[in-house]
């Protein structure tokens, strides 16, 4: 039978608070992939199945900015393919929705037409993206339609999208 030595009891203690410091929490946490997929929240996204694209806008859109499949812009029809207005409605009562945003498609002879005719009347367009003869472009609203002190206009501003926020939420 062996008997415990002072220098074993010593190895055993170092090597359990070796085993122990181990556990502490510093050392990476092993998650449950399933957790963490329930606690994420899919963004919320347009897609125009016609002509293919997704657009993920932010969940601050919600319901206050609503899709139009429609040709015109600021009143003004838009020689494209395929147009879809986002147009925000303000939460007051009888509030009339403003546009907000344009997708545009144009084929790019119908873009450099569009550019060469109509010239400096014309405002660019941001190029999102380009596939084989299309040509995908926004336009934002340049002016506040709503006093930018207001309720309205300052909920009107959040929701514009840089060009670089534009660029990201595209997949084409």
């Known amino acids: 039978m062996l008997k415990p030595t002072k220098t074993i009891l010593a190895a055993a203690m170092a090597g359990s608070l070796a085993v122990l410091a181990g556990c502490s929490s510093s ?8 957790a963490q997929a329930i606690g994420q929240i899919e963004p919320a996204a347009y897609e125009n199945t016609s002509v293919g694209y997704t657009l993920t806008y932010p969940k601050s859109w919600g319901t206050q900015v609503q899709p139009e499949d429609t040709l015109e812009w600021n009143g003004r029809p838009l020689p494209a393919e395929n ?29 450099e037409k569009l550019v060469t005719e109509v010239g400096g009347d014309f405002v660019q367009p941001i190029v999102l993206g380009t ?31 840089t060009p670089e926020q534009l660029q990201s939420a595209i997949s084409w």
């Open 131 to 161: 596939k084989d003869d299309k040509v995908l472009t926004a336009y934002q609203r340049g002016a506040n339609p709503y006093p930018p002190a207001s309720t309205a206009g300052q909920q009107f501003a959040a929701r514009l999208l």
């Open 83 to 111: 147009v879809v207005v986002f147009n925000y409605q303000p939460q007051q009562a009888n509030a009339q929705p403003e546009p907000l945003l344009v997708l545009a498609v144009y084929s790019r002879d119908q873009l």
């Open 27 to 34: 050392a990476p946490e092993v998650q449950d992939p399933n």
